[in-house]
C-alpha cells in the first residue's frame, strides 16, 4: 500500500529542502510528517509513540543545524522515524524493519545522518562527546554535536558516566532531553522525581522565561555580556530550585523545561543554543504519542502496539479457531508468580522491561517484592547480588542482548561470590525485525564459560516452568551456582501450558527420538525445528536421532558418551553464535575424549545477521527445518571426514 506524503513533506528529499522552507511552514511540515508516521505505521508496523512525541523536536533539530556536518545521535533510536523520512528515506520508509529492508533504528551504513548505529539506550551522550572532542582535535570548531535523549535512558550509568566527563570538558556538546515521563512503562526512580520537580516549580519557570528573553538579547553582543547573564542565570537557577541544579553541579549548562511541541519557541531557543559554548542541556517537555489521542492515553501500550486501524485506533489481533500457545514471556511471568506465591524468599528483578518480559505479572501481584529499577542492566544483576548475600531467591529477568551490558557483574557480583542468582534471558537467538542490535546472539557463549553458572533452555513451555521451579528449589538455592534459563521471543508451542512442575536434574538431556544414521543435538525450542527436519528425513528412509541437551552447561556427558560412540555422524544446532556456543561445546567433549566424528555446528555465523522475521533469518544461517534437513543429507552423504 502505498503511502502518500502531504504536499510539504513530499518535496523534503533532504534536511536541505526543509532549511529552505521559511519557519511558518514548520507547523505544516510537522502536522505533515506526524500523519505520516501514523500512516505508515498503522499499516506496516513498528515503534510508535516515541517518535510522535519527537515530530517538532526533530524538524527544529533538521532546521536550525547543519546536518549531517553538524552530528545529530538519536539515543536508542526508535524514536528517530521522523529523522529517517526527513533525511532521504521518506520513499522507501515502507520497507521499515522488514527482511533487507530499513532498519528500525538509525544505523551508520544507512546514511551519512545516522552519526552513530543505535539501539540500545545511554551511548548518546558519550557517543556525541566523542564526536565534539575528536571535532576540537581537528580544529573544526563550527561544528555542533547533540545528543537526543529520554528521561528514561538518562536513568542509566552510561549516560551519568557521559556527563561526569562531559562536564570537564570545553567540548561543544547539547544535550536535549526529550522528558516525556515514561520510559516503555512509566519512568521509575528519584530522577524522574527530581525531573518532575524541576518542571513544575512555578516560580523558578516564571524567573526562568525572563531570564531566557534576556539571555536571547544578550547573545548577539558578544563573550562579556554571555558572562554576565550566565552569572546571573546561574544564581537565579541555583536560587530558586530547592536543590542545585543536577546538571548545573556536573558544569552542564541547563536551559529550560520547555515545550517540546512549541516548533517556533524549539527553533529560536536551539538558534540560541548554537551560540553558547560548551557543553550544555536543554530540557523538553514532550507527550510520547502527541498527535494521536489513544497513544496519548495508553502510552505502554502504544510503544509499539503493531498493525492498527488509524481511524478507530483499534489494534489489529489475529483471530484463531483454536487455543494458542502462549508466549515464553507470560509463561515466565505467570509461573514466577505461582512459585513465588510458595516460596516467600522469591523475588523478581527487571531493568525498565516490564511489559516486554512480563515481569508486570508479579509487580501487580506482589508489588513488594518486584523491582523495576530503571534501564540499568548493570545495577539490576548487582542488586540481584545483594539480596541473593540475604538469601533472598533472585529472578533477575533481562533481554540477553541487554544482558550483555552486565556481564563484569555476572562474573564478579555474582558467579566469583558464588551466588545464586537466576537469571532469565528473554528474547535470546534471533529477535526478529529490532536487528543486529537486538539479537541475542551471544548468551550461550558467554555465560557458559563463567565458573559456578549453570546454563539451560527450555525446548517448551513445560521445560521452561519446569527449569524456573528447579532454579529456586533447596538444591540450587543452597549451593554455590548462578542459573541461566534462556528462551527466544514469540510463542511456544503448547496451548496447555500450565503443567505440574516438576524437578528437571542438573545436566541431563532428553532424547527425542532414536535413530541410526545421524544425531541431532539441539539446545532450546530451536529443537522444534529438529522435530520437523527428522520429519523429512524419515520420508526419506534416513533415521535421525534427535537429542533435546536442555543444558549447555554442565553438559549431559552420560548422553554424550552415548552419542558419540553410536554415531558418526552429529549435527549441533543452536539459536546463538557457533564460536564459543553450544557446538563448540559439544565439539570439545568429543576432543577431550578423544572420540572421531563428522560434525557440523549449525547456528550463527561470525557476521551481523541483519534483521527480519526469525524464520527468515534462521533461514539465512541455515537452521531452519530445511537448513537442518540439508545438513542432514549433505553430511551423511558427502566422504569428506570433519574432525575437530
Ligand atoms: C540497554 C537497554 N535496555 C533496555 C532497552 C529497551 N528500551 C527501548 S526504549 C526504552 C525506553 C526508553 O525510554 P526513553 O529514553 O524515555 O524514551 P521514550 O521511549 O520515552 O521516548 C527501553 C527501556 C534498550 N533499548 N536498551
Known amino acids: 500500500m502505498l503511502i502518500t506524503p502531504g504536499k510539504l513533506l513530499a518535496k ?160 561543544d556538546l547539547l544535550i536535549i532531553l526529550n522528558d516525556n515521563c515514561m520510559s516503555i512503562d512509566p519512568n521509575v526512580g528519584a530522577l524522574r522525581e527530581y525531573l518532575t520537580d524541576i518542571t513544575t516549580s512555578p516560580t523558578y519557570n516564571k524567573v526562568k522565561d525572563e531570564v531566557w528573553n534576556l539571555l536571547g538579547k544578550m547573545s548577539n553582543f558578544g563573550k562579556s555580556a554571555q558572562d554576565i547573564v550566565s552569572k546571573i542565570e546561574t544564581g537565579l537557577k541555583a536560587s530558586l530550585l530547592k536543590q542545585s541544579n543536577l546538571f548545573e553541579s556536573l558544569h552542564l549548562r541547563y536551559f529550560g523545561p ?60 489475529k483471530i484463531y479457531d483454536k487455543p494458542q500457545p502462549p508466549k515464553y514471556q507470560d509463561v515466565f511471568g505467570h509461573t514466577l508468580v505461582e512459585l513465588a506465591e510458595v516460596n516467600e524468599k522469591i523475588v523478581g528483578v527487571t531493568p525498565a522491561m516490564p511489559s516486554g518480559s512480563s515481569m508486570n505479572i508479579m509487580m501487580k501481584a506482589i508489588p513488594d517484592r518486584a523491582f523495576d529499577v530503571g534501564i540499568a542492566e548493570q545495577h539490576a544483576v548487582t542488586f540481584s547480588a545483594g539480596m541473593a548475600t540475604q538469601g533472598q531467591v533472585v529472578f533477575c529477568n533481562i533481554y540477553s542482548t541487554f544482558m550483555q551490558r552486565a556481564y563484569d557483574q555476572v562474573i564478579h557480583d555474582v558467579c566469583i561470590q558464588e551466588l545464586p542468582v537466576i537469571f532469565c534471558l528473554d528474547r535470546a537467538g534471533f529477535a526478529g525485525a529490532d536487528g543486529p542490535t537486538h539479537h541475542g ?72 527420538r532414536d535413530g541410526k544414521d545421524v544425531a541431532i543435538l539441539t539446545i532450546g525450542p530451536i529443537g522444534n525445528y529438529a522435530v520437523t527436519a527428522c520429519e523429512f528425513l524419515e520420508k526419506e528412509s534416513i533415521r535421525p536421532a534427535h537429542y533435546d541437551m536442555r543444558f549447555v552447561k554442565p553438559l549431559d556427558e552420560a548422553m554424550l558418551h552415548e552419542i558419540f560412540q553410536r554415531y558418526d555422524n552429529v549435527i549441533t544446532v543452536e539459536d546463538g553464535c557457533l564460536m564459543g556456543g553450544f557446538g563448540s561445546a559439544v565439539v570439545e567433549f568429543m576432543t577431550d575424549h578423544g572420540y572421531v566424528a563428522r560434525v557440523k555446528r549449525l547456528g550463527i555465523p561470525d557476521a551481523v545477521i541483519e534483521h527480519g522475521e526469525q524464520i527468515d533469518l534462521h533461514r539465512e544461517c541455515g537452521f531452519d527445518p530445511q537448513g537442518i534437513a540439508d545438513a542432514v543429507r549433505e553430511l551423511i552423504y558427502s566422504k569428506r571426514v570433519v574432525t575437530a
Open 258 to 317: 520547555i515545550d517540546g511541541h512549541d516548533i517556533d519557541h524549539l527553533v529560536s531557543v536551539m538558534n540560541d543554543l548554537k551560540d553558547i559554548p560548551g557543553p550544555k542541556l536543554l530540557h523538553c517537555l514532550t507527550v510520547k504519542g502527541k498527535g494521536y489521542g489513544p497513544a496519548e492515553k495508553d502510552q505502554t501500550k502504544w510503544h509499539a502496539p503493531g498493525l492498527f486501524d488509524k481511524v478507530t485506533g483499534e489494534i489489529k489481533k
Open 441 to 512: 546472539a551471544y548468551d550461550l557463549a558467554f555465560m557458559r564459560c563463567v565458573p559456578n553458572m549453570i546454563v539451560a533452555s527450555p525446548m517448551n513451555e513445560q521445560e521452561l516452568r519446569n527449569l524456573m521451579f528447579t532454579a529456586q528449589s533447596d538444591t540450587i538455592q543452597d549451593g554455590t551456582q548462578a542459573f541461566t534459563i534462556r528462551y527466544p521471543r514469540g510463542e511456544g508451542v503448547m496451548p496447555n501450558w500450565r503443567t505440574p512442575l516438576e524437578q528437571v536434574e542438573i545436566g541431563k538431556g532428553r532424547k527425542i
Open 12 to 171: 523534503i528529499d533532504t534536511p536541505d529542502d526543509l532549511r529552505n522552507l521559511d519557519q511558518t511552514d514548520l507547523p505544516q511540515v510537522c502536522a505533515e510528517l506526524r500523519q505520516f508516521i501514523v500512516d505508515n505505521v498503522s499499516v506496516y508496523g513498528g515503534h510508535f509513540g516515541a517518535s510522535l512525541g519527537v515530530v517538532e523536536l526533530t524538524v527544529a533539530l533538521h532546521y536550525v543545524f547543519n546536518t549531517p556536518d553538524d552530528q545529530l545521535v538519536w539515543d536508542v533510536g526508535h524514536q528517530a522515524y521522523g529523522h529517517k523520512i526527513l533525511t532521504g528515506r521518506r520513499d522507501i520508509f515502507h520497507t521499515n524493519r522488514f527482511y533487507k529492508g530499513l532498519s528500525g533504528f538509525p544505523k551508520r551504513k544507512e546514511s551519512p545522518y545516522d552519526s552513530f548505529g543505535v539501539g540500545h539506550s545511554s551511548t548518546s551522550i558519550s557517543a556525541a562527546l566523542g564526536m565534539a572532542v575528536a571535532s576540537q582535535l581537528q580544529n573544526n570548531p563550527k561544528r555542533h554535536h547533540i545528543a537526543v535523549i529520554g528521561d528514561g535512558a538518562m536513568t542509566a550509568g552510561l549516560a551519568f558516566e557521559g556527563m561526569n566527563h562531559a562536564g570537564s570538558t570545553e567540548a
